[in-house]
């Protein structure tokens, strides 16, 4: 796997590459013969997506590559072997595109011929920045094959250079004539899929706004599904996230998508299979951080296999339920609705509204309903019925700040105020709750090394960190809610 950060341009075919010289050692040009067959499904699910999956022989990197979506100036690229076959796509890479071709053949849908001039700028043996300059010849398969030509040159940055050079290259490059390309690939030149459909909506209004969130919330979802499936560090958590995001952006503006339980109850199930790994990861990495900062001589035991190897060993186990669901057909069933949510949804009367109005209405609400589930929790007299009411008080904390964050970017920096202070509040419970946890976890740990004989002086160590932690910040809150509500009354 490897990150590419490189900038295209387009040029004409007389282009001449300028001088690169006083930014580095230039090493070439070298020449090399570039033959890639690009598979999509027949109707280009993977190219709408900017997803590009091919197969390549000739040049210093012949194999397969898998490009996934660019994501804050990078593309995450996988690169598999090359194999003997020509039309069957390497079963590692097919699975990691799953969650857009949702069954359908791969299929070859078109080839590109590329004469590739290669120059590199060097430090010693250090490489920095690789210039490629392209004269390629496009061929799309169907009823009637069609064939383009065209030039262009990439600057793409290697292990060694800065984004600092890169920026120099690309001045040199545009100067001499070369044009920032607006294609993300060379197939996307060459393809014109259909674009991913969204619902009609009147311009600022509730319904644009909602709509534009909920379909960057289901690329988000989607953009992680290969990374989950490669169990990459973050991704399980990022994936919550965005299905947590969109079950919350459902249940906030149900006024202006209507009939949405259905879709709300399914996100819900794959926040579920997610957690499982999401909290044992979590936790394995906050025990490790706790043990390294006790010293040695506190440490007795094999406190740190259990704590360490035994937890990832069950982290793995859920890693493989994770796989299992995300290759079943309720998660492509799930999956097509997200697509249908955008594409056709069931607007209400407030999807038309203007955005200003109706969706601050929806922000205000969310905030009261955080001071009425706490009103309700601290209304209760049993200390540990209270305390479970008090979680509803964090729940609806996030959804109100993932609410707020929703509408920031178009309504204003007064939401993000508001996403800011729902945030601590759901933080400083967060920290409680997850002491809590730990605890329980400790105690159940500390029970099973007892049976086996082992020593329990660092778990009973660890369970009075982490009460001491959850009891901070349990006396902190009430200040910290004081606080907020003074704050919030200043935003709304």
Do not use: C
């Amino acid at each position: 796997m490897g990150i590419e950060i490189e900038d295209k341009f387009d040029v004409p075919p007389e282009y001449e590459i300028p001088d690169l010289g006083g930014l580095a050692d230039i090493v070439g040009p070298k020449s090399y013969q570039l033959v890639a067959l690009y598979f999509d499904t027949p109707d280009l699910r993977l190219a709408a997506r900017g997803v590009t999956l091919r197969r390549r022989r000739g040049g210093a990197d012949a194999g397969w590559h898998l490009k996934l979506p660019k994501a804050k100036g990078v593309r995450q690229e996988i690169t598999h072997p090359l194999t003997r076959s020509t039309k069957l796509v390497p079963p590692e890479l097919a699975e990691l595109v799953r969650a857009y071709t949702r069954g359908a053949e791969l299929k070859v849908v078109a080839e590109l011929e590329t004469r590739r001039s290669v120059t590199v700028l060097k430090d010693g043996e250090t490489g920095l920045v690789e210039i490629a300059d392209d004269r390629v010849k496009g061929t799309v398969y169907g009823d009637e094959p069609r064939i383009l030509r065209w030039r262009e040159v990439e600057a793409e940055l290697l292990e060694g250079g800065t984004p600092q050079l890169l920026a120099k290259v690309g001045k040199r490059l545009r100067k001499a004539g070369a044009n920032a390309s607006e294609a993300t690939s060379k197939l996307a030149k060459l393809l014109e899929p259909a674009p991913l459909p969204t619902a009609p909506t009147k311009p600022g209004s509730a319904g644009e706004i909602v709509i534009g969130y909920l379909a960057s919330q289901v690329k988000a979802l989607l953009s992680q599904d290969p990374r989950v499936r490669r169990a990459e560090e973050d991704a399980v958590h990022q994936m919550r996230v965005a299905a947590r995001r969109l079950r919350s952006a459902l249940k906030a503006f149900k006024t202006v998508v209507t009939d949405t339980g259905e879709v709300q109850e399914e996100l819900r199930w794959l926040g579920t299979v997610l957690g499982e790994a999401r909290d044992l990861e979590v936790i394995r990495a906050r025990f490790t951080k706790a043990l390294a900062g006790l010293a040695p001589e506190l440490v007795t035991g094999p406190i740190q296999a259990r704590l360490g190897s035994d937890l990832h060993k069950r982290e793995e186990e859920a890693y493989e339920r994770i796989k299992e669901a995300l290759s079943g057909d309720r998660y492509y069933v799930l999956l097509d609705s997200l697509d249908r949510l955008v594409a056709a949804p069931a607007l209400g009367k407030a999807a038309a509204r203007p955005a200003q109005t109706e969706l601050r209405t929806v922000a205000a609400a969310n905030w009261k309903r955080v001071t009425r589930r706490y009103d309700e929790a601290q209304a209760i007299e049993d200390p540990e019925r209270r305390e479970i009411a008090m979680h509803d008080v964090r729940k609806a904390a996030k959804r109100a700040r993932y609410t707020a964050e929703a509408l920031q970017p178009s309504l204003g920096s007064d939401l993000g105020r508001l996403a800011k202070l729902a945030e601590n509040v759901q933080e400083v419970l967060g920290t409680y709750q997850d002491g809590v946890v730990a605890q329980e976890t400790l105690a159940k740990e500390a029970e099973s090394a007892r049976q086996a004989g082992e020593d329990t002086f660092t778990y009973g160590l660890l369970i009075g960190i982490e009460r001491n932690t959850a009891e901070r910040a349990h006396a902190e809150f009430p200040r910290v809610w004081k606080e907020t509500v003074k704050a919030v009354s200043k935003v709304l």
